[in-house]
């Protein structure tokens, strides 16, 4: 992973985090909306206008790839670059858990 893709994701937007942890199964922008708001019960609600930029950037960098086209909506999915990144940021997260929880 070249320090740009660090640089520019990690930290990573909870918009980002999402997109890519649903990711892990083929999806398209509108499943992925439906999806977040399902798994943050409502508390996060992706607009039209940042999903479908961050798709666009997203398989830009690589990080996703578009697989196919199911009744007009263009299906995606995370690419082993995409899960790098997923992979560091959870760790990231995990950290700043444990570490709130250890106290200072």
Same mark, same amino acid.
């Given at each position: 992973?070249?320090?740009?893709?660090?640089?520019?994701?990690?930290?990573?937007?909870?918009?980002?985090?999402?997109?890519?942890?649903?990711?892990?199964?083929?999806?398209?922008?509108?499943?992925?909306? +439906?999806?977040?708001?399902?798994?943050?019960?409502?508390?996060?609600?992706?607009?039209?206008?940042?999903?479908?930029? !961050?798709?666009?950037?997203?398989?830009?960098?690589?990080?996703? !790839?578009?697989?196919?086209?199911?009744?007009?909506?263009?299906?995606? +999915?995370?690419?082993?670059?995409?899960? +790098?990144?997923?992979?560091?940021?959870?760790?990231?997260?995990?950290?700043?858990?444990?570490? !709130?929880?250890?106290?200072?």
């Amino acid at each position: 992973m070249d320090a740009h893709i660090k640089k520019v994701y990690i930290p990573m937007t909870e918009t980002g985090f999402y997109i890519l942890l649903c990711l892990q199964q083929p999806n398209h922008g509108y499943g992925i909306v +439906q999806r977040v708001e399902q798994m943050t019960e409502g508390e996060i609600r992706l607009t039209p206008g940042t999903m479908y930029g !961050s798709l666009s950037k997203m398989e830009k960098d690589g990080l996703i !790839s578009f697989v196919r086209e199911e009744e007009k909506r263009k299906i995606y +999915q995370i690419t082993e670059l995409g899960r +790098q990144v997923l992979e560091l940021e959870l760790k990231r997260i995990e950290r700043l858990y444990r570490n !709130s929880r250890q106290g200072i």
